[in-house]
């Protein structure tokens, strides 16, 4: 899908050829034992990740390193909890706390971190303005707008609907304020969004212990609930505000890498009058591959050192370790994007994570 | 995604570079054979020829095995799916998520296209109204149902995805909470919910019959009266616009304060295998293609849901407001609830059965126990939503050599468990013996029912015609269809829903169908209760 899109604008002839020398392994590849010395290495990954994953320039910079990757898409507790991660070599949750479940399970000591995206909230310029009146969004550090987690959790506990905004002739809609997310049942963009608005709700403070937990989760379960119906990857609602637009979805939790991937990409689907305003605060998803074999420690080793990998990692608005190589990408496009985001928080410890999960889940 | 991908890149390349091995069918990577076994709704069967192009393009062949929505879900939940199907594709995954026993059985979800459920009304009905050029909200639209400005065909809720989306969409939009709407807020607007859902003329199992159904009124077909719109997927009505057989064109008003969008979520199963997966993936990148995305544009008006494929002009407006969707199945079974037992209006139904000496043995108790069915013994997610209704009244008359003595029962509006007990005591009752007078009781049934419908004429009417012979005692069907004429006018339109059962005459029974704009259903293979339930959806 994003990777056919891609190949439409792949333009110089260098490329063309890698591409089909990726064609060509990938043939040998498939469901029969990987030929010429590629030895196959089988992950799952979040789904955020599959379209770095299946990039022909990915595939040939480690066919390059003598490995064939070939990755399956759950959602990040998904892979924390129910996936069989005996068939897979790597298992690559998108966020640190699902990383930790799985080492403290399988008593696996290590694991990398190649790359780290923000969350942010994709919307529109009409939308963003209407907030700015309202002061949920304002200038944040280093000139970038941001959404104001308090100001909206105001809004949300309020249950103020989008035609009772003052002043508001942009989007009169007669449905809350509320931004779309995934089910937080199932999904880590969801759980870091948990992560986010239970500091807030918690007096700025990360929520530790059963008292605070239960202090915050009438406040931030609202935000679910009300949604009625939410999609199980962070593609969907992405997806949604790409394709169906500010009716459908005003305001999409992203994670930066999303948004900044398809600006970087140029495929038009970014629209002048689309925003991305980063949450403050934030928290960084950070995206941690738990190797489960030899082979899956080589795939985690070369997504954190290998140059060439790195610097794709950053052309999908992945935040690499190096944050030369993100920047780079962004100046050569002739995009930006602050280099450290100030405001962020840490999440909670999975535990608490997940039993807050469990909560809201429970009040479905 | 990489073998499709791969695939795309080399007959891409190729052809660029204008070598000599291209071609579709790349040699160097033929679409391995797959087969993918799809547990679907029915509307999808306008996808063949695109899934017949994708089979050649992917060698992914889709076995279809076609059920109603909610059947759909039971399956899933009760594990009849494990291991039969690969992967579901319904509407949406909206009703499956809020059953955690299906939602569990769920894998990797692919959103295809979309389509809004809307309000499409004859050009001169919209435009008398003055909602051809403007557009107008839910509230407006329910208002002038009450005041029975117009009228329209909408699915059952129970049975068809676009009659539960119009519902959610009208009472979320009533509501005005601005959140998913829940069992309290649907009580808050029962008069507004229950004026609009006054204008509804017509009901059906299927979004497919219903759009039939306008077509053969509108066009004078069926004995019905004309209906002035439908309600339904804004691709079903740019469908009948497309195929021109409406008298008249249908103007679709997308409410303003927002609408319930299905999106066709092809869906793996969670328990499916490497092969399944791959064929599911090399599937869906296909179907995701810009170019396959404007041809389901093209060929089926679903609207495209891959970014940055362009809308196109048929999908005006293109932005609408996404009305929340409740998550909980409880939020659900009470809006399906209201609507039987309080919203719609209450129906009249009338059953005249066949109990007949060849019924003797499994065939009466076949009937006894559908009949039993329908009385709150079934209570499976469907069963549930098609008993007999509060507010319903329900006539049975058996018939053998001459017609039997009808037996009605008035459900009441509140504690429905006396009458509905009283019909299970009268259909555990019925014998079988003597002949098959079918003409003769089908006559008997319009008697009945003329002076009920002069009394009180606001009701959804309907006669279900079922048995398992050849007419044998009193008039015959050429009798019965020459006099069809001299029934009154408002009789006259009931439609006959016949049901073939044992022996019965596929062809007599078909055409007193077709006659009075009814439907046949088949239960010669399947079980009659099932019929019945499906039945329901129609009355």
């Known amino acids: ?364 | 995604m990489r073998k499709a991908l791969a695939f795309a890149l080399a007959a891409a390349l190729l052809a660029g570079c204008s070598t000599d091995a291209g071609g579709p069918a790349d040699p160097a990577r033929p679409p391995e054979p797959a087969v993918l076994r799809v547990l679907a709704g029915s509307e999808l069967a306008d996808m063949a020829p695109l899934l017949d192009e994708a089979a050649k393009a992917t060698g992914v062949t889709v076995e279809f095995t076609f059920t109603g929505t909610l059947e759909g879900v039971e399956t899933l939940a009760t594990g009849g799916a494990d291991g039969r199907y690969d992967a579901v594709w319904f509407s949406s995954n909206r009703y499956p998520a809020g059953v955690p026993e299906a939602a569990r059985r769920l894998g990797n979800q692919v959103k295809v296209m979309a389509s809004p459920v809307v309000l499409g009304l004859a050009e001169s009905t919209a435009r008398r109204l003055g909602w051809a050029d403007r557009r107008v909200g839910w509230g407006e639209i329910a208002e002038q149902a009450g005041r029975r400005a117009f009228t329209y065909g909408m699915t059952d809720p129970s049975a068809s995805n676009s009659g539960f989306s119009a519902l959610v969409g009208v009472a979320s939009a009533l509501a005005g909470a601005g959140r998913a709407v829940d069992a309290g807020q649907i009580a808050a607007v029962t008069p507004e919910l229950t004026a609009f859902f006054g204008a509804q003329a017509l009901s059906a199992g299927s979004s497919g019959w219903l759009s039939d159904a306008y077509q053969r009124r509108a066009t004078g077909q069926d004995p019905g009266p004309k209906i002035d719109g439908l309600v339904n997927y804004e691709s079903v009505l740019l469908s009948l616009n497309a195929a021109g057989g409406l008298p008249e064109p249908l103007t679709l008003i997308h409410p303003v304060d927002g609408v319930v969008t299905a999106d066709y979520p092809l869906t793996l199963l969670a328990g499916s295998g490497d092969a399944a997966r791959a064929a599911h993936q090399r599937l869906t990148d296909h179907l995701r293609t810009p170019e396959v995305q404007r041809r389901i544009a093209d060929t089926t008006h679903r609207r495209p849901v891959v970014p940055g494929v362009d809308l196109g002009t048929p999908f005006a407006p293109a932005d609408l407001v996404e009305l929340p969707f409740p998550a909980t199945r409880e939020a659900v079974d009470a809006l399906l609830s209201a609507y039987f037992n309080k919203l719609r209006r209450p129906s009249r139904t009338l059953y005249v059965v066949d109990v007949s000496g060849s019924m003797a043995g499994d065939r009466i108790a076949s009937l006894r126990s559908a009949l039993v069915g329908l009385t709150g013994a079934d209570d499976s997610l469907t069963g549930r939503f098609r008993q007999f209704r509060n507010r319903e009244e329900v006539t049975v008359l058996p018939f053998s050599s001459t017609p039997g003595a009808p037996e009605v029962f008035t459900v009441p509006e509140e504690h429905p468990e006396a009458v509905l007990a009283g019909i299970r005591r009268f259909a555990e009752g019925l014998e079988a013996d003597g002949g098959t007078a079918i003409y003769d009781s089908l006559d008997h049934a319009y008697r009945q029912l003329g002076p009920a419908v002069a009394a009180d004429p606001d009701r959804f009417h309907s006669i279900v015609l079922m048995t398992d012979g050849e007419n044998a005692n009193g008039k015959d069907f050429a009798a019965f269809r020459a006099s069809f004429g001299s029934v009154p006018a408002p009789v006259r339109q009931v439609p006959v829903f016949t049901v073939l059962f044992g022996e019965g005459s596929s062809a007599e029974l078909t055409e007193v169908a077709a006659m009075t704009g009814g439907k046949v259903f088949d239960a010669r293979r399947g079980p009659l209760a099932e019929v019945f339930q499906e039945i329901r959806g129609y009355q």
Not at chain 1, 205 to 231: C, H, I, M, N, W
């Open chain 1, 1 to 364: 899908m994003s990777g056919v899109k891609r190949r439409v604008s792949i333009g110089s002839a260098v490329v063309l050829v890698l591409a089909v020398a990726a064609v060509v392994v990938w043939g040998r590849g498939g469901d029969t034992p990987a030929g010429e010395g590629l030895t196959k290495v089988r992950g799952v990954i979040g789904s955020e990740k599959q379209a770095f994953f299946t990039d022909p320039r990915v595939v040939a910079a480690f066919a390059r390193h003598g490995l064939d990757v070939e990755v399956d898409t759950a959602g990040s507790r998904q892979i924390a909890t129910t996936v069989d991660l005996d068939r897979y070599e790597f298992a690559f949750p998108s966020s640190s706390p699902a990383a930790q479940r799985i080492q403290r399970d399988r008593g696996i000591t290590t694991a990398h971190t190649p790359f780290q995206s923000p969350m942010a909230v994709a919307t529109f310029e009409p939308i963003a303005a209407l907030l700015a009146d309202a002061g949920v969004v304002r200038a944040g550090a280093g000139g970038y707008q941001v959404l104001d987690i308090a100001r909206y959790l105001e809004l949300t506990a309020a249950g103020t609907r989008w035609d009772q905004l003052p002043g508001n002739t942009a989007y009169p809609a007669r449905k809350n304020v509320l931004i779309t997310t995934t089910d937080p049942r199932e999904s880590n963009s969801a759980a870091m969004y948990l992560a986010i608005t239970s500091f807030v709700a918690n007096g700025d403070a990360v929520v530790s212990g059963p008292e605070q937990e239960a202090r915050v989760l009438p406040a931030v379960t609202k935000l679910f609930l009300d949604q009625g119906y939410t999609q199980n990857s962070t593609e969907g609602p992405f997806e949604d505000y790409l394709a169906a637009g500010m009716g459908k979805t005003p305001l999409a939790l992203v994670y930066e890498s999303q948004y900044v991937g398809r600006r970087l990409r140029g495929d038009g689907s970014i629209r002048p009058d689309m925003r991305m305003l980063y949450t403050a605060p934030t928290v960084y998803s950070k995206h941690t591959l738990v190797p489960l074999s030899g082979n899956g420690d080589r795939v985690g080793q070369l997504l954190t050192t290998d140059p060439e990998l790195g610097g794709l990692a950053a052309s999908f608005g992945f935040r690499t370790n190096d944050p030369r190589v993100f920047a780079d990408v962004l100046a050569r496009a002739g995009e930006s994007a602050p280099a450290e985001l100030v405001d962020a928080v840490e999440p909670p410890s999975f535990e608490t994570l997940e039993r807050m999960l469990d909560e809201v889940g429970k009040r479905y």
